[in-house]
């Protein structure tokens, strides 16, 4: 039988990330792209799928979709272009944004960071430097007194560990650096940021008279396999990614504990400092070093990298004893001809049904096709395709199949045969 019903009260959303959307000049990742060589397709983020100046079709186009919640970012570059200085005009169109939101029954999860910075943060040092930290708590609670009467649940930072792998390890993104003690200085700084903006938020919030608050965080989770696992170098490898990658930045964001390398900088206390957990769902990875790689004959994407749709369970199961409590997942795919994003979509459903642990969301990433990190415009992720020329936008195949799931709250024989039996990953 092909049919499967959605886990109760799972809440069904899109992503929407300001970089890969609609990037910001004044944006770490403008200058960055500016180097010839850097960006897989020599694209840069702006203006991409132009959501700013599409934004109330693309509302409109998640209510078409039957969107039940958007994990939604805020610009930190666009809201504070110069240190202290806030645009009232970016602000007042967020706010906007989020009322037609809110206003067509779309619950909003605000995120506050995600791989990208103002250029003046960078100048500064950026992350490297603890003292610049109190540049993103400012920034907090600016975008918290200005939307906290609307949103009532965000995200601290997403996907950090890949930003500081991707940023600090490998060279890919911004800074496009290769240090490894200063990319453990970053994530290190990362989590203090979390916990002292988590703290903000409920502190604000409470000052502005509400109590209901839902604060998180987004890390990017990977299943490290070892290339082998008869060689003791490649599953100590696998083991190392693990840890450094993921539970290591998991553990210290939600509990304050810190484990070498990462080095506590501030005076944060042990506690809890998450309200629910978001999973970021990256698939899998083949490791015979401190590298990324899909393992031969492996379901990939076009990207070459090994989706593994319903390889979450561990993750999750893995995540829920460090605190039990509600977990966010959120999975999408690179898929250029929307030739398989419905299986994708069918089989990452599936899995989530059987999950044991609470997941309460699903946030497929993306809404739009946009500029995908390195891979610039030709990572199309979107359920919405995306002429970049001209902006014109239109629901793929695989946004109709979701939109079905939606309104159905599950699949059927009919659905299958319709949107999945026929599509196939690329191996």
Known sequence: MNEFSLKPNLLLGVTNVPTMHDGTAGSTWNDFAAVPGRIRDGSGPAPAAAHRAHWHDDVMTMRRLNVQTCRIGVDWAAIEPEEGSFDESATAAFKEELLLLIGMGIRPLLVLHQCADPAWFA?????????????????????????GHLVSEYITFCRPNACVFQGWVYGAWPPGRKNYRAAMSVMSNFCAAHIRTYRLIHDVRRELGFSDSRVGFALDYRAFRPKS?????????????????????????????????LRLPGKERHGTFADFLGVDWGGAVTVTRLAFAAAPGAYKNDLGEELAPAGFGEVCERLYKLRPMQLYLTAG???????????????TLRALGACRQPVKRFYYDSLLDGFHWADGLYGRTGLVGVDFASGERCIKRSGEFF??????????????????AGENYHL
């Not at 939606?406 to 699949?411: A, I, K, L, M």
């Open 229 to 261: 696992r008869y060689n003791p170098a490649h599953r100590a490898a696998a083991s190392e990614m693990d840890r450094l990658y993921q539970f290591y930045p998991a553990q210290a964001m939600l509990t304050g504990e810190y484990r070498l390398p």
């Open 123 to 147: 100048a500064k040092g950026g992350w490297e430097k603890y003292d610049n930290v109190r540049c993103f708590i400012i920034f907090a609670e600016h975008v918290v007194r200005s939307f």
């Open 403 to 420: 939109s079905r799931i939606v309104r159905r709250g599950g699949v059927n024989e009919r659905m299958y045969e319709k949107f999945v």
């Open 333 to 347: 795919a690179v898929d250029v001809n929307d030739s398989f994003r419905c299986r994708f979509l069918y089989d």
